[in-house]
């Protein structure tokens, strides 16, 4: 069975940084994409970063420069550094994995395994 536990988040005044971190078990696939989404309360899920099986990412613009995904393939973790965070990147943050088909992309749709959540405030 999968299972993502997210650790870390929480508040954080503007221009601070935080890290948030996955923790998968029972992932089976020979090849499987990771990412990290985010919602804030009334918005869509948005995907801020993917990782495919080769470290291969894909960064949201919103986020592009400021936030670093890793990858650390003998714990099975996966970690999002955020820094120099803004009050709109105020969300509850999940983590993510589904099968790699060559390619992984920001859509929550092939994503099929999802964390619990972890917020992320920042204030202003």
């Known amino acids: 069975q999968v299972q993502l536990a997210e650790s870390g988040g929480g508040s954080v005044q503007a221009g601070g940084s935080l890290s948030v971190s996955c923790a998968a078990s029972g992932l089976t696939y020979r090849r499987y994409c990771m990412g990290w989404f985010r919602q804030a309360p009334g918005k869509e899920r948005e995907g801020i970063v993917v990782?495919?099986?080769?470290?291969?990412?894909s960064y949201a613009d919103s986020v592009k420069g400021r936030f670093t995904v890793s990858k650390d393939n003998a714990k099975n973790t996966l970690t999002l550094q955020m820094n120099s965070l803004k009050p709109e990147d105020t969300a509850m943050y999940y983590c993510a994995a589904g099968r790699e088909f060559g390619i992984c992309v920001r859509m929550p749709g092939p994503f099929n395994y999802w964390g619990q959540g972890t917020q992320v405030t920042v204030s202003s």
């Open positions: 990782i495919d099986s080769d470290g291969g990412t």
